[in-house]
């Protein structure tokens, strides 16, 4: 399973409406922050490359470019839990391949393929 989480400690365990402790309420202010941001986006996982024409195959099926898919605000809609292969590929590069099964959950992937040897650019 592939996640990606993000987060922020806090100052400790603040009190909930019926006087427990509810946990770091810094804490879930910034998960809400964060959720709120990804209200618009469309996929649960997110996919960076480098180089951004790099096209995305879900199963074999070609998604897009990653640039693309950035740019649309949307990511991959994979809904059940079964292993997909993922694979990120670019003329010139070596592919980048991984499976995730992200089940309901959001995750995101930052990929930097590697050049194949002899197609380095020069500085």
Same mark, same amino acid.
């Given at each position: 399973? +592939?996640?990606?989480?993000?987060?922020?400690?806090g100052?400790?365990?603040?009190?909930?409406?019926?006087?427990?402790?509810?946990?770091? +309420?810094?804490?879930?202010?910034?998960?809400?922050? &964060?959720?709120?941001?990804?209200?618009?986006?469309?996929?649960? $996982?997110?996919?960076?490359?480098?180089?951004? @024409?790099?096209?995305?195959?879900?199963?074999?099926?070609?998604?897009?470019?990653?640039g693309? *898919?950035? @740019?649309?605000?949307?990511?991959?809609?994979?809904?059940?839990?079964? &292993? =997909?292969? &993922?694979?990120?590929? =670019?003329?010139?590069? =070596?592919?980048?391949?991984?499976y995730?099964?992200?089940?309901?959950?959001?995750?995101?992937?930052? $990929?930097? *393929?590697?050049? &194949?040897?002899?197609?380095?650019?020069?500085?």
């Amino acid at each position: 399973m +592939v996640a990606a989480f993000t987060g922020c400690a806090g100052t400790g365990p603040a009190k909930d409406a019926a006087g427990g402790t509810s946990g770091d +309420v810094p804490a879930q202010r910034r998960a809400v922050e &964060l959720l709120e941001q990804d209200a618009g986006r469309k996929g649960n $996982v997110w996919i960076r490359c480098t180089p951004a @024409e790099a096209v995305i195959l879900l199963e074999g099926v070609p998604q897009g470019t990653c640039g693309m *898919l950035v @740019e649309a605000g949307r990511g991959l809609t994979v809904t059940d839990r079964r &292993l =997909h292969r &993922l694979e990120v590929k =670019h003329r010139g590069f =070596h592919p980048y391949v991984t499976y995730v099964a992200p089940g309901g959950t959001r995750a995101t992937l930052q $990929v930097t *393929l590697r050049p &194949l040897a002899g197609q380095e650019k020069a500085p």
